[in-house]
Structure formats: C-alpha cells, structure tokens
C-alpha cells in the first residue's frame, strides 16, 4: 500500500502554505518535522481528504482521498479539537466507531479494547469535559485507532501527555507503524529519533528533505538543526 | 450504524443543558401565561355558561343586555354586574364579534340582528379592498351561505383558547428551533470536531443526513411538549367542550364553515409543519455559516421582520406570499385576509398553500444543505 501525493500545493491568499510537494509514503513511520507554520497541519488535512489542494493529486494505490473507500481504512489525530461536552469517553469512542462504520459488537469490543489501551478505564464513564490535557489526549489517540486504520496521520499525538505515556505511546506507534502507513508530526525531536523509518522536513510550505532515517546514523535534532541550516 | 448515530445525535441536542434550559424557560413562560390567563378571565361559572348553551345571538339577547352596555370613547363597554353576571360568557363572544367587526361599533343602538348586516358590510368591504375577484367572492359567498346567522352561543373556553394560542406557541417553536438547532453543524466547527468526521467513513454523506431526521425529531418532541404546556391547563380547566361548535365564536369574520375542532387539526398540523422548516431551515443556516451566532442572529432578525413588517393591501402579491408565513397562519389571519392562492387552476385557502410551501422549503433546505456540507473543508 502507497499514499502518493503528487505535485500538491495549497494557498491562502497570499501564504503558500504548502508548495508543491511530492512524495509516496510507504508501509512504515514517516516523521514530519518543521517549525510553527511550516505547513505541516495543511499537508496532513490534504492527506486526510478535509482540504481540498489548490492543485496536485493524493492518491492511496489509485484511490482517490476523497472516497469513503479511504476514508475507512484512515485514522486521524488533529493537533486540537473539542469534544462533545455532553458524551462521556465511553460514549465518544461509540459514537466515533459508529460514525466509521463499525459494526455494533465490534464497536464495544473495539471501545473496550481502546480504553484500557489508553488508560481511561477508570474514567471511561465521566464526561469528557471533566477530563484533563492529557486524558482527551488519549481519548484522541483511542479514537484514531477505532477502525484499524491502515493510514494513520498524527498531528503532534504526544503533545499534553507526561513522560511516561510518551514513551508508551512511542512504543506503540511503532508497532502500529510495522504493517501500516503512519505519519507523524511533532516538535518533540527524540519522539521520532528511534522510531521513524523516514523523515520529512518541511519549511515554508516546501519539502525541504526526505529520505529513510537511521536512529545509528546519529542525532536527529542536530540533523534537522543542520538541515534548516544548510537552507538558510 | 446510522442508527447508533442517530441515537447519539439525538443524545446531543436532549442532553444539550442549553436545549434543557430554553425548553424548561420556554414551558414554564407558556404555563404561566396560559394559567394568568385563565385567572384574568371574567369570573365565569360553569353553571352559567351551561345555562346560556344553545342562547341565540341575536337583537333578543342584545335588548337584554343594554342595562349593562355603555358606549365610551367609541367603543362599547359591557360592564359584568349584579343579575347579568350569569351573560358573562356570552358578553365575551359579543365582545370578540365587535373586536373583530369594527371596534367602534355602538352595541347599544342596534337593533335585530344588525351586528350580522354590519359584519356582512365589512366582509364585503374587505374583499373589495383586497382586490377579489367576482370569481374568488362567489367562492366566498358559497361558504358563508353554509355558516349559520345568527350565531349560537356554545361552551367553548377550551378548544377556544387553544386555538387563539397557536401565534405564541410558533414564536416559542421558532426561538427553540434557534436555539436548539443552530449548532446542529456549526458547533463542529467551532470546537473542531469536524476534521474528526469529515474523515470518518459515514462522515460526510450519512452524517448529514442523520443530523437532518434527530434535528426533525428534537423539534417535534419540542413543538408537542410547548403544545401540551398549553394544552394540558385549558383542556384541564375548561374541557374540550365546544371542539364541534361554529368556528365564528372564536373568529367570526370567518366565512368557513367549519368547527373550532376542525381549526385546531388545522393549525396542529401547520404548527408541526412550521416547526420542521423552521428547525430546517435553521440547520442549512448552520451547514451554511458554519457558525452558531451568526444563525441565531439571522433566525432573530427574521423574527422581527416577522414581527413588524405587514405589507398593504395595494401590494398584493407581496402581501400574499408575506401571509403563507408561519406567525400568519398561526394567527389565523386567513380569517381577515380573503385572497386565494391559484395553483393549477384551483384556488386554495391560505393554510392549504402554506403547507405545501412549507414541505418545498423543508426539501430545498435538505437538498442545498447537503450541497453545501459535501463542500465542507477544514480550515479553508
């Protein structure tokens, strides 16, 4: 499986805020890095088929994003959203499951499955809007997972969580990342240092360096600090 | 799945303390002003309204009653003292004919049944005013011929009551409908929601859908609740008595010849009606602005249009369409208002045009909506 984005640039008035950007994603985590306004959260909702590029194509094996096809086998974690007040976490991920298609049982089972995973189990009954940072942080990831995506595109998915969680889920984006096509974004440099398999660095809407990542090949902080360097 | 959806749309806008709130303020607002009602009525017993049931309107009951009529800054007073309190629910009849005749009618010169000449004189003059042609006033004459003069004084506080109500309870309708349904799409987008489910398999064409039919059920659950609020007090206290008698005791320049019951089916099913294109039309305000504020504002401002715009006689098309409204139908203004509506050849009585109106405006929103909503982008 391939997500193919072909010569896709998106504008807002006089910002080009992602530039005509080709690359294939492959089975595996792809870690997207680049500063504030980069053009990262732009890229990612055109990969997600929720915005629609000014011009250029993405395409999953010839599949088109716009398609309810991809958008079964896609899972999205945005940088910030609300939730609905009134849903409990529980009741977020059941509605979450349903509005991707899972069947009933499945969607409990799944739900079930998906709260111990993120440690809500406790709080799975509360209103969401009783829980904290990082609780709707998890409560996010779990929803992203609902439907076994096959694409997985994260928007910052460790941001708001402690240490500890960090590494879990670290752990477990790499094991998703083995079979699936993960994308990531994130500030925190050392989240993808030792589980990405490839990198793309963005500035200014444009793709300024892509290629297969080695945690052995060294420090990834100093390599992206000298990759925005070089370009300066 | 879409039925678990639905489930949890549904829980949304019922569980919305938002929504529970304005319903509770809306219930007991109507509550309280049915019940002020009630209690500001004439002091009226049941034995002598029974006592004047089948007592004909006529120059008779009229010679009996000047002892107690005055006429005062050209308006004729009835003044509810002594023996002739048991004419109380008859005085009240009296005074709704000469409200809605002509206010300054003087009760206490006529004669015979000169108030049915004076009433017939201005239904005559109402529709030359408004324009009617010989056709459309044979249409008319042909039902007040079937309308029975003079009219008979029957129980009917009621039915009677409900049926005047139906104006506020399509103002509290529309401003739950606001309330209620203008975050339906909006709300997403706010708190970002939205880039979960337009992504999501369901999420862009299901979806809409589902929002479309709870938002339909909200409305109605909340059209019957206000309905019943209102309801529930005057059938409780007066009974529903009088649902078969002459619509004309309760709005005599009506040349139908119909029942207040058949009035109240009527305005109840325009009242339902009304209430789903309201909640429709504030859902494609919602998918279109995709801000809660901005429908409210609009849903607002078309109250008070509603409110304060009539149009005069001379513009006669504008005043046609301005009268298929919810708030005009409701105010049953189709019984001073005498125009038809022509459609395929054959006239119809403004509440029968409203409706079908009403189901047109009910599908173009859902089909522009849905338009609009498979266009959705996040941070366009």
Known sequence: ?232 | MPATIYKFELKKLFCARVNIIALAGAVLMLLSLTLSSIAEARPVSREAAKELNGRIIDGQLINELKPVLRYENGTTVFEVTGGYEKYAPVMDVLDVMITAIDKNIDLTGMQGNALYERREQELAQRMEIQGLTEKEKEFWRNREDQVQKPFVYRCHSGPGNLLRAFQALGFFVLLLSAIGLSGSYAIETAEGMNQLLLCSRYGKKELYCIKFAAGFTWILTVALIVFLSVMIPYFGIYGIEGTGEMLQLVKPMSMLPYTIGHMLAVSFGIYLLAAVMFAAVTMLLSVITQNQPATICGLMGYLLIDLFVEFPDRYSLLQKIWLLRPNAILMNSGFSNYRLIHLAGRPFLNYQAASVLYVMIVIAALLIGQQRYKRLQVGK
Not at chain 1, 48 to 64: A, F, K, N, R, Y
Not at chain 1, 161 to 172: A, M, T, V
């Open chain 1, 1 to 232: 499986m391939e997500l193919t984005a072909d010569r896709i640039t998106k504008q807002y008035k006089n910002k080009i805020a992602v530039d005509r950007m080709s690359f294939t994603l492959a089975r595996g985590v792809t870690g997207l890095l680049g500063a504030n306004g980069a053009g990262k959260t732009t890229l990612m909702r055109i990969l997600c088929g929720i915005l629609v590029p000014d011009s250029g194509t993405v395409t999953c094996d010839g599949m088109d994003v716009e398609t309810e096809e991809y958008r079964e086998i896609l899972g999205y974690l945005p940088q910030e959203f609300g939730y609905y007040p009134e849903f409990s976490g529980r009741d977020f991920l059941l509605y979450m499951s349903a509005v991707k298609g899972l069947r009933k049982k499945e969607a409990l089972k799944k739900t079930e499955e998906l709260i111990e995973l993120v440690r809500l189990k406790d709080a799975a009954r509360k209103k969401v809007r009783t829980y904290s940072g990082g609780m709707k942080q998890r409560l996010g990831i779990a929803q992203a997972l609902l439907n076994d995506p096959q694409i997985l595109i994260m928007d910052e998915p460790t941001a708001g969580l402690d240490p500890q969680e960090r590494i879990r889920f670290r752990n477990l984006i790499a094991a998703i990342g083995k079979d699936r096509i993960v994308l990531l974004s994130t500030h925190i440099v050392s989240d993808l240092e030792h589980i990405a398999d490839r990198l793309m660095i963005m500035k200014e809407g444009g793709l300024l360096w892509q290629g297969e990542w080695n945690a052995a090949a060294g420090d990834l902080e100093e390599f992206y600090i000298s990759k925005i360097g070089e370009n300066k």
